[in-house]
C-alpha cells in the first residue's frame, strides 16, 4: 500500500456513504484487494464485505477479523458451498434448486441458517448469471420450508447490463424491483424477504431509485482494480 493510501479511501469511502440513505446496506467489494487494504477500510470501521472467488474469500477470511460480515456475489460452484458455508454471511448468486440444495445440505451439517439471495438475470448481457422472473416464480412455487430449513432467503440480486445506455439500466432494476415486490408475499417468510441487491460503482444511484436497498461497491471506494 502506497503512503496516502488510508487518507484517500477515507475520503472515498465517506462520498460513498453520504450518497446513500441511512437504511441502505453497503458492501465494500474487495475482490483483488489485498487483506491490508481491507484491513484499512476495517479500521474506518466497515464490517460488510463482498467477494467473488470462494479460494480466495476464504483464504482472506481466515487473515481477518471474525466479526466481518462477508458476501459472497460471484458464481458460486457446488463444489465451493462447504468452503463458505461455516462463516458466511449472505450468498448473493443462488440461481436455482441445485444449488439451494447443497446449501442446505452442508448448512444442516454445520448447524447454522444460512442467508441466501436469488439472483435474477435482468442485463442483456449473456455472461451473466441468474434465474428469469418465471424460473424465479417456479421455485418460490415449489418451495418446500421442510426440506429447505437451514436456508432463510431474504430477496433478490441483480446486475444491469454494462452500458452508458441509462434508459436500459433503469428499465433493468425497475423489472428487477417489480419482480421483488410480486415475489415478498409468496417467499417462504415474508418478512425475511426484505433484501434488494442491486447497485455498483457505475450505477448506484439507478440502482437506489428503483428501490435497492443493498448496494455491491466496489472500485468507487478501493479506487480502480489492476
Ligand atoms: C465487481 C462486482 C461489483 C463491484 O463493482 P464496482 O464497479 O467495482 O463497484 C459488484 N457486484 C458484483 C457482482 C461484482 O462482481
Not at 38 to 51: K, P, Q, S, V, W
Not at 75 to 99: C, E
Not at 148 to 165: C, F, P
Not at 190 to 214: E, H, I, K, V, Y
Amino acid at each position: 500500500m502506497k503512503d496516502g493510501y488510508a487518507t484517500a479511501l477515507g475520503l472515498r469511502y465517506e462520498a460513498v456513504k453520504r450518497a446513500l440513505p441511512a437504511a441502505v446496506t453497503l458492501v465494500a467489494v474487495s475482490k483483488k484487494r489485498s487483506v491490508e487494504e481491507i484491513r484499512a477500510l476495517y479500521d474506518l470501521g466497515h464490517r460488510d464485505f463482498g467477494e467473488n472467488y470462494a479460494q480466495e474469500l476464504r483464504a482472506k477470511q481466515s487473515e481477518l477479523p471474525a466479526d466481518i460480515r462477508w458476501h459472497f456475489i460471484g458464481h458460486l460452484q457446488r463444489s465451493n458451498v462447504r468452503h463458505l458455508v461455516p462463516f458466511i454471511h449472505l450468498i448473493h448468486g443462488i440461481d436455482g434448486a441445485p444449488l439451494l440444495d447443497e446449501v442446505q445440505k452442508r448448512a444442516a451439517a454445520a448447524d447454522r441458517v444460512v442467508d441466501v439471495l436469488l439472483q435474477i438475470h435482468v442485463a442483456q448481457e449473456e455472461t451473466k448469471h441468474g434465474l428469469d422472473a418465471d424460473e424465479a416464480r417456479a421455485l418460490l412455487q415449489s418451495w418446500s420450508t421442510a426440506d429447505r430449513a437451514s436456508i432463510r432467503l431474504r430477496g433478490l440480486m441483480g446486475m444491469a447490463t454494462n452500458t452508458e445506455d441509462h434508459e436500459l439500466v433503469r428499465r433493468e432494476f425497475e423489472r428487477l424491483a417489480a419482480l421483488f415486490q410480486e415475489l415478498k408475499p409468496q417467499a417462504p417468510v415474508p418478512q425475511a424477504f426484505d433484501t434488494l441487491s442491486a447497485g455498483m460503482s457505475g450505477d448506484l444511484g439507478l440502482a437506489l431509485a428503483a428501490g435497492s436497498n443493498l448496494v455491491r461497491v466496489g472500485t468507487a471506494i478501493f479506487g480502480e482494480r489492476d
